[in-house]
């Protein structure tokens, strides 16, 4: 006897027909996926395509363009910045050492002493040294020694007869008789000027010192044939009155120092001389000289 078929699988007439109809369905997509391609159904944006085209166009300008990484120009190694010591190539430890040695108001007057203080190898110092500018006065160093050394033999030659030097007060002397001294270019000498503009007038030749591009050498002479003759009269501040604001444009102070001695005022009344040397960060080794532009 045939075994009984489940109700489960029995099927009417127009279930048969709709199940076959599906599975042709099924198959024909299948087919259809397989062998047609639908890439050339999809609708193309022309705005799309122009934008690519442009696209296209800008990546060929820019591969062909020039290199316009950092351009170097001359510079004086005295004054690198953080910024252009990482172009140059140089470490952080290197320009530390270069910031460390021009706190301490010295210069570095040749490619061999850049790398002496900053320790830069061989090869970057070649890179680098083409574009180092000095002032005047070190380019011209050694014709100022030959030129010396000539005048010692000139002066043996007349029995070491020495011409009288006329001296004349720095706070008197015009550019003409500056640039009298040999080192003392145009700019130099407009430095000095300006410089004695700002303090009203210098009130010992020491402050020489503080001027940058005057060479020991120079500075020398500068003593021999310039000196405070008159009395001075310098532009005064008030200490114990000015403001912070006031005493940053003493070029002496600046503002951290400016600021301190606010703060002492502050908390201990009205200064006298002897309390500069209290001040944080006050250059004790210029009080002499600081405390003549002051009123107490």
Do not use: C
């Amino acid at each position: 006897m045939p075994k009984k078929i489940p109700s489960y699988l029995v099927f009417t007439k127009e279930q048969r027909n709709g199940i076959l109809l599906l599975f042709i369905l099924i198959l024909l997509l299948q087919l259809a996926y397989y062998f047609l391609d639908f890439s050339s159904a999809s609708k193309t944006n022309p705005e799309k395509e122009q934008w690519l085209a442009l696209q296209i166009e800008l990546d060929s300008l820019k591969q062909n363009q020039p290199d316009s990484s950092y351009k170097m120009y001359p510079f004086n190694p005295n004054f690198i910045t953080d910024f252009k010591g990482y172009k140059l190539g140089m470490s952080v430890e290197q320009i530390d050492r270069l910031l460390a040695f021009r706190k301490q108001n010295k210069f570095v007057n040749s490619a061999e002493e850049f790398q002496k203080i900053t320790g830069v190898s061989d090869s970057l110092l070649k890179t680098m040294k083409p574009f180092f500018k000095f002032p005047d006065w070190v380019n011209n160093k050694q014709s100022t020694f030959q030129s010396k050394s000539n005048w010692i033999d000139y002066s043996k030659k007349k029995d070491n007869v020495k011409q009288k030097v006329i001296v004349i007060d720095i706070n008197l002397a015009t550019k003409d008789d500056l640039m009298k001294v040999y080192g003392i270019g145009d700019a130099i000498s407009d430095r000095i000027l300006k410089q004695r503009e700002i303090y009203g007038n210098f009130v010992s030749m020491e402050q020489m010192n503080d001027i940058w591009g005057l060479s020991p050498e120079v500075i020398e002479k500068l003593n021999q044939q310039f000196a405070i003759i008159s009395k001075p009269n310098p532009k005064k501040i008030n200490i114990n009155q000015a403001s912070i604001k006031e005493l940053g444009q003493f070029p002496y102070f600046r503002y951290p120092i400016s600021k301190n001695i606010v703060s002492y005022r502050s908390m201990n009344g009205d200064l006298k001389i002897d309390d500069l040397t209290k001040i944080k960060e006050m250059p004790n080794d210029k009080i002499k000289i600081i405390a003549l532009y002051l009123e107490f």
